[in-house]
């Protein structure tokens, strides 16, 4: 781990473990208030503040922190929920998209049964996707943003984007293999590149 500010080499020891303890009990209130301002709900915030600490442990060896410690748990506390608020408002894009196409089909109720059992498995193959495929999946099929409006939202080259996007469609292909017709005519742009 690379650490150049001096004030934030107080995880830089060889009692990482001690030094990560006390780190998380010194910022975890103030983390925690500062992300319930975003999300305005404590459970999501404790949430986002222990998963902050979590990839902190997990990638110990990689980090490189420029700034205090301080200053970089409540940016990436903050760029978290940020992450949690642009999930949810597309989740809730989707839904009100689903029920959309529902209503628009009352005629049918075996369609209404299809399209539920598909959002259900939809919802399981995006959900099972790595974070950061369904994040530009869902930004790039529910929010409708080209390939470098998506590059440069999250702080990524277009060529990212682009293969994460072919590894989204390829896993849900295989995932939603039974449910392809039904997409394609339902949906036709969702699975397609």
Known sequence: ??????????????????????????HFKGLHA???????????AE?????????????????????????????TVYNHSLNHLKHEKVKQAYQAHTVHHMKNNTDNAEKKVLLTE?????????????????????????EELKYSEIAQRLGISPKTVENQMGKALKLLRVKLVDYLPIILIILPNLLIQ
């Open 47 to 75: 949430e986002i503040v222990q998963q902050t600490f979590f990839k902190i442990w997990e990638k110990k060896d990689q980090l490189n922190i420029d700034t205090s410690l301080t200053a970089y748990l409540y940016k």
């Open 1 to 26: 781990m690379e650490i150049s500010h001096p004030q934030s080499n107080a995880l830089l020891t060889s009692d990482w473990k001690n030094n990560f303890e006390s780190a998380f009990k010194t």
């Open 34 to 44: 500062y992300a319930f301002t975003v999300v305005k709900d404590s459970t999501i």
């Open 118 to 142: 598909l959002q259900q498995k939809i919802s399981v193959a995006l959900s099972e996707l790595p974070e950061q495929c369904r994040t530009i999946f869902q930004m790039s099929r529910f």
